[in-house]
Nanobody, 131 residues
Framework: QVQLAESGGGLVQAGGSLRLSCAAS????????????MGWFRQAHGKERELVAS????????YYGDSVKGRFNISRDDTKNTVYLQMNNLKPDDTAVYYC????????????????????WGQGTQVTVSS
């Protein structure tokens, strides 16, 4: 497992943007991080956790939840052991704690939608969007 630390959350007005970062530490040789499929999840107060976006370890495939398509973009920089979530045109419904997760996989194209596929989780970062 690796340790994951999210950053970049905060308070923003509706229509604004934030970029979340997730830095991996521990087993962080570039080759190891490069074999991790990564995901961003969120959990709003009183609601179930939901997948926001995921990206394969090759970076060639990504998946987005319906509510964020066209507004959010997931990317990764394996030289920095970091995955990003660029969030644009934020809405009050995007308010949640955002979690980064990692899944060790042998498939370069795998993107996982279920939290059950992920081995490591960060502590989360709060995103609050005011109307």
């Amino acid at each position: 497992q690796v340790q994951l630390a999210e950053s970049g959350g905060g308070l923003v007005q509706a229509g604004g943007s934030l970029r979340l970062s997730c830095a991996a530490s521990g087993r962080t040789s570039t080759n190891y991080f490069s074999s991790l499929s990564m995901g961003w999840f969120r959990q709003a107060h009183g609601k179930e956790r939901e997948l926001v976006a995921s990206i394969s370890w090759s970076g060639g495939r990504s998946y987005y939840g319906d509510s964020v398509k066209g507004r959010f973009n997931i990317s990764r920089d394996d030289t920095k052991n970091t995955v990003y979530l660029q969030m644009n045109n934020l809405k009050p419904d995007d308010t949640a704690v955002y979690y980064c997760a990692a899944a060790l996989t042998s498939s370069s194209s795998s993107v996982y939608r279920s939290g059950n596929n992920y081995d490591s989780w960060g502590q989360g970062t709060q995103v609050t969007v005011s109307s």
